[in-house]
């Protein structure tokens, strides 16, 4: 016998459960904050309190027009999102089961801001995180969004992984609340 053939016939004789429909999505085990840092963390992003801001002091920031000015002291504005060492956004969601962020474009939130400087830092209210991708998407509104999953990176040559080639290598989570 093959070793296909003795595969298949175990998946064959398996009486396996079936999952419910619609799947609810993985239990989440402790707060959502909780599993959303582990899930953040997973992706090589960071949730940063606003004491660590402070390490940024004198950088160049583009950031959304409906940032806290307090978030921004110590920091240098630029209009030009192309020489920016940081961008700052406000996140509209972050989602538990994938560490993701929810942002939307509109008047005054420049999507650039978070796709265009080598550091974007993502501004969550604690009050704002979902469980599941699916309630994400119920909630999407009908302007433009996207999904933020992790600092930007690609596997394109060799399967070797490399940041910051389409977007910010690095990709801090500011909780508030």
């Given at each position: 016998?093959?070793?296909?053939?003795?595969?298949?016939?175990?998946?064959?004789?398996?009486?396996?459960?079936?999952?419910?429909?619609?799947?609810?999505?993985p239990s989440l085990?402790?707060?959502?904050?909780?599993r959303?840092?582990?899930?953040?963390?997973?992706?090589g992003?960071?949730?940063v309190?606003?004491?660590?801001?402070?390490e940024?002091?004198?950088?160049?920031?583009f950031?959304?027009?409906?940032v806290?000015?307090?978030?921004?002291?110590?920091?240098v504005?630029?209009?030009d999102?192309?020489?920016?060492?940081?961008?700052?956004?406000?996140?509209d969601?972050g989602?538990?089961?994938?560490?993701?962020?929810?942002?939307?474009?509109?008047?005054?939130?420049?999507?650039?801001?978070?796709l265009?400087p080598?550091?974007?830092?993502?501004?969550?209210?604690?009050?704002?995180?979902?469980d599941?991708?699916?309630?994400?998407?119920?909630?999407?509104?009908?302007?433009?969004?996207v999904?933020?999953s992790?600092?930007?990176?690609?596997?394109?040559?060799?399967?070797?992984?490399?940041?910051?080639?389409?977007g910010p290598?690095?990709?801090?989570?500011?909780?508030?609340?």
């Open positions: 016998m093959s070793d296909r053939e003795r595969i298949l016939s175990v998946i064959g004789g398996s009486t396996g459960v079936a999952l419910p429909s619609p799947w609810p999505g085990e402790g707060a959502l904050e909780n959303f840092e582990s899930e953040l963390k997973t992706l992003a960071e949730l309190t606003a004491d660590r801001l402070k940024l002091a004198g950088a160049s920031v950031a959304d027009s409906d806290p000015e307090p978030l921004l002291r110590g920091l504005r630029t209009e999102v192309w020489s920016a060492d940081l961008g700052i956004t406000l996140a969601y989602i538990a089961d994938t560490g993701s962020l929810l942002l939307t474009a509109g008047p005054g939130r420049n999507r650039l801001a978070s265009a080598p550091h974007h830092i993502a501004v969550l209210s604690r009050t704002r995180i979902l599941t991708a699916e309630a994400a998407i119920e909630v999407l509104p009908s302007r433009t969004a999904i933020v992790g600092p930007s990176r690609t596997a394109d040559i060799e399967g070797v992984i490399v940041r910051g080639i389409h290598r690095r990709l801090w989570v500011l909780l508030t609340d």
